[in-house]
């Protein structure tokens, strides 16, 4: 072979134009190595399906004819390392080329920067040809701006695109955003249609796993895996998604309940941030199934799904480029608390917790407003140092990776980036999370009390935290409100609160 290309296991693109024609002298490799899958503790469903999908997909290109060569965890001659097995394979064939897809996340690409500082022969990095920007977009299109506003990134995005865009620069229902009309709760007896789910055996990715003594979290039915794990699946799961999810994504896509674990939800972040499915392709086809089902779709189901997507995700992918080494360290309010042991577990008396918690252990999954505001609203209440908090997402859900993991949750849910992601910190007491939920009905806490020893923790947490971080937040005007209430309080009933809060964050590990 002349030519050897590297195929990460985020980058299953088979629309590339690396796989337009095979070339005999240009081989793929492949590889399941020890430094992914122990840089964290990986839900088993989430390494399982990462092997899976890598694995269909080396067997999709070589039936197409492309050299490929797929090292497995257990294979004797695997180094354990992506630049070491390249070393060697370089060396082994002869090779005269290296070539590689840019990764998406800042550790793999300074490690392939320096392998390539290293190589004595040439190399050459392609784009992945997946995302609707470049990588270094986002900082252009704010550059000399102090807030890094997504709504106006999002309303760049649409007209660059066209997307919902009349005449040239009107929006579609002549608004750009309708969440107002989102949000609502899950009536009483509304059953939402099941998720689609597939039969996949993953016996001999789970054996492998375990024979490598790979620490995971979670679990796992053997023979039985939901998610999709190749091209084929993932349209279905896209196609299923327009026609049972899209017409109520929006009016349900705060909504949690206690049955219900993926509403209205696409559940298509696996197969996007694996790149069997490319963004565009997702907006593309949601769009055309509304063109032709206007009846039944609204405006604001399509608008708020083509957001998530087409603005929030390119928008993290922005950030953390512009932000990354430093963002990994941000701690804006110097938050240092460990994670309690029960959101290893689910064991908490919290049930809105329990219930987010155990459902991630069980599916690798949650919602958005689960992971915003119950646990990562937990977390920044309950004062956790953001180091535990990115270590337990980036590991228990199926869609964990850096880029949009780190963004959304030390930026996004803990703040800890001082404002850059978010305007203000993403804060509820009992009363947001009863107003979208049920979960507040089957919980051993009071929800509609603060300062009593059945008190929501979330209530008095909530004052508390603002009363502690009043220095940093009381001149952010979207906080004044809840300022002049808490001192409107009062001092007897602030007092108690305090008391309460305290208690309880000596004793998170008891909730
Ligand atoms: P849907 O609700 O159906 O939304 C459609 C798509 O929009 C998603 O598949 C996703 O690609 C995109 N999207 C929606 N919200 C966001 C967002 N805030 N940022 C980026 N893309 C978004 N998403 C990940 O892909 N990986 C993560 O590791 C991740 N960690 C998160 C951690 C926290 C604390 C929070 C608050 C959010 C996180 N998100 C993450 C964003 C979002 O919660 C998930 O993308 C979404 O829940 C995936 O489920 P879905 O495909 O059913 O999404
Ligand atoms: Fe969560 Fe508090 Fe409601 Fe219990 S009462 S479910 S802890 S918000």
């Known amino acids: 072979y002349k030519t050897l290309r590297l195929v990460l296991g985020d980058q ?6 690396w796989f337009l024609a095979a070339d005999p002298s240009t081989l793929h490799i492949m590889m399941e190595v020890k430094t992914e899958t122990d840089y964290v503790w990986h839900h088993i469903q989430k390494a399982c399906a990462f092997f899976a999908a890598m694995e269909s997909f080396a067997k999709t290109i070589i039936s197409q004819g492309f050299e490929t060569l797929y090292l497995h965890l257990n ?56 995302f609707y920007t470049k990588r270094e977009e986002l900082a252009d299109f704010f550059s000399g701006k102090k807030e890094l506003v997504m709504e106006s990134f999002y309303r760049a995005m649409r007209l660059k695109h066209h997307i ?23 009536p009483k007896n509304h059953k939402p249609n099941p998720p689609l789910l597939f039969d996949n055996d993953v016996k001999a990715q789970f054996d492998r796993l375990v024979a490598a003594e790979t620490k995971t979290i979670g679990s796992i039915v053997p023979h039985y895996f939901q998610w999709p794990i190749n091209r084929e699946q993932s349209l279905k799961l896209l196609h299923y998604f327009c026609e049972n999810c899209l017409p109520l994504f ?28 490319s963004p565009m392709e997702v907006v593309n086809t949601v769009l055309a199934y509304w063109e032709e089902h206007k009846k039944s779709v609204a405006l604001n189901q399509l608008e ?20 990354m080494p430093n963002f990994e360290q941000l701690n804006y309010f110097n938050h240092v608390k460990k994670l309690p042991d029960w959101y290893w577990t689910g064991n908490t008396n919290m049930n809105c917790l329990k219930q987010s918690i155990s459902q991630s252990l069980r599916f690798a999954y949650a919602h958005h407003i689960q992971r915003l505001m119950i646990t990562g609203n937990f977390a920044l209440l309950a004062g956790i140092n953001p180091d535990d908090v990115d270590f337990w997402y980036l590991g228990i859900y199926i869609d964990a990776i850096q880029w949009v993991e780190i963004t959304n949750t030390r930026g996004m849910s803990q703040y ?53 971080q009043r220095a940093k937040l009381q001149h952010n005007h979207r906080l004044s409100m809840v300022y002049r209430t808490w001192d409107k309080m009062a001092p007897a009933l602030k007092a108690s609160v305090l008391q309460r809060a305290n208690y309880y964050l000596e004793n998170l590990d008891k909730l």
Not at 256 to 263: C, I, V
């Open 304 to 323: 708020g799904f083509v957001r998530q997507i087409l603005g929030w995700r390119e928008y993290m992918r922005g950030i953390y480029w512009m932000h």
């Open 12 to 17: 299953l693109n088979l629309q590339h134009s």
């Open 164 to 186: 919902l865009i009349n005449n040239g620069t009107d929006p579609e229902g002549d608004k750009w955003n309708f969440d107002i009309e989102n949000r609502k709760k899950l």
């Open 250 to 277: 929006g009016t349900f896509q705060d909504a949690m309940h206690t049955d219900e674990w993926s509403l209205y939800h696409s559940r298509l972040s696996f197969s996007m941030n694996t790149k069997m499915l």
């Open 75 to 130: 294979n004797p001659s695997n180094k354990q390392n992506i630049s070491e097995n390249i070393k060697d394979l370089i060396e082994a064939f002869g090779i005269e080329e290296f070539q590689y897809q840019l990764p998406d996340e800042y550790r793999l690409d300074q490690e392939l920067n320096n392998l390539c500082s290293q190589l004595n022969i040439n190399w050459h990095c392609f784009d992945s040809e997946h």
């Open 416 to 468: 800890a980036d001082g404002g850059i992601t978010g305007s203000k910190p993403y804060t509820a007491s009992a009363n947001y999370i009863h107003k979208m939920s049920n979960y507040c009905d089957s919980c051993k806490y009071d929800r509609n009390d603060k300062i009593g020893e059945n008190s929501c923790p979330f209530n008095s947490l909530y004052w508390n935290f603002h009363d502690q």
